[in-house]
T-cell receptor
Framework: DAGVIQSPRHEVTEMGQEVTLRCKPI?????LFWYRQTMMRGLELLIY????????DSGMPEDRFSAKMPNASFSTLKIQPSEPRDSAVYFC???????????????FGPGTRLTVL | AQKITQTQPGMFVQEKEAVTLDCTYD???????LFWYKQPSSGEMIFLIY??????QNATEGRYSLNFQKARKSANLVISASQLGDSAMYFC???????????FGQGTRLTINP
C-alpha cells in the first residue's frame, strides 16, 4: 500500500491567493483527518470525515478554511484568501473504523509545508 | 476536556542508554487510548506504540515500552538501548474510546549523542 498521499509537498504563495491542499487516504480507511502543525500551537486537528461526511470541523480556524471529501479516495483543504499566519505544515491522516483501540491508529501523510508570503 | 502534557521540551542522551519521555494526561472518560508518535527531521509522523486504559499490562513494541501509571495519569515512553536514529520529536497523544479525535502534546525533542 502506498500510504497516505499528499500534494503538493511544498507550497509557497502570496498573501491573498487561494491555496488547495490535496490528500488521498489509504484505501479502505473510513476516517480522514486534517491537522495543522506550527511551532506555537503544535499539532491541531482542523476537521475530520467519516465515510466522506464531515463530522467535526470545530478546529477550522475561520471561514477562510474549507474542506471537502467528494469521494472515499480524495479530500481537499482550501484556504481562500491565504494569510501569512496560515504558514504551517498541514497533515492528512486516515484510519479504519473501530472501537478506538490500537487498530484505529491514524496513518499520517508526509505533510504539505505551506509558506504564505 | 482532554489534555496532554509533555514537560520536557528537549532531552539529550548518550547512544546506547535508555531514555524515558514523560507524558501526563487528563480526561474524564474512564475509557481511552494513549499513543506515541515519532517525527524525524524529515517530517513524517510515525506511530510507535499504543496503550489502552483497560490494558492490564504495559505495552511493548521492540525497543519501545510504555510505563503506564493509571492512577497518576502518566504514560511515559521508554526507549531502550537508544540509537542515533532515535533522534526526533516524540509526541504523546490520547483519544477517548469510541471517539476518533486525537489530542496531541507539545512534543519532546530527543537528541542521541554518539
Amino acid at each position: 500500500d502506498a500510504g497516505v498521499i499528499q500534494s503538493p509537498r511544498h507550497e509557497v504563495t502570496e498573501m491573498g491567493q487561494e491555496v488547495t491542499l490535496r490528500c488521498k487516504p489509504i484505501s479502505g480507511h473510513d476516517y480522514l483527518f486534517w491537522y495543522r502543525q506550527t511551532m506555537m500551537r503544535g499539532l491541531e486537528l482542523l476537521i475530520y470525515f467519516n465515510n466522506n461526511v464531515p463530522i467535526d470541523d470545530s478546529g477550522m480556524p475561520e471561514d477562510r478554511f474549507s474542506a471537502k471529501m467528494p469521494n472515499a479516495s480524495f479530500s481537499t483543504l482550501k484556504i481562500q484568501p491565504s494569510e501569512p499566519r496560515d504558514s504551517a505544515v498541514y497533515f492528512c491522516a486516515s484510519s479504519l473504523a473501530g472501537s478506538g483501540g490500537a487498530e484505529n491508529e491514524q496513518f499520517f501523510g508526509p505533510g504539505t509545508r505551506l509558506t504564505v508570503l | 476536556a482532554q489534555k496532554i502534557t509533555q514537560t520536557q521540551p528537549g532531552m539529550f542522551v548518550q547512544e546506547k542508554e535508555a531514555v524515558t519521555l514523560d507524558c501526563t494526561y487528563d480526561t474524564s472518560d474512564p475509557s481511552y487510548g494513549l499513543f506515541w508518535y515519532k517525527q524525524p527531521s524529515s517530517g513524517e509522523m510515525i506511530f510507535l506504540i499504543y496503550q489502552g486504559s483497560y490494558d492490564q499490562q504495559n505495552a511493548t513494541e521492540g525497543r519501545y515500552s510504555l510505563n503506564f501509571q493509571k492512577a497518576r495519569k502518566s504514560a511515559n515512553l521508554v526507549i531502550s538501548a537508544s540509537q542515533l536514529g532515535d533522534s526526533a520529536m516524540y509526541f504523546c497523544a490520547m483519544r477517548d474510546r469510541g471517539a476518533q479525535k486525537l489530542v496531541f502534546g507539545q512534543g519532546t525533542r530527543l537528541t542521541i549523542n554518539p
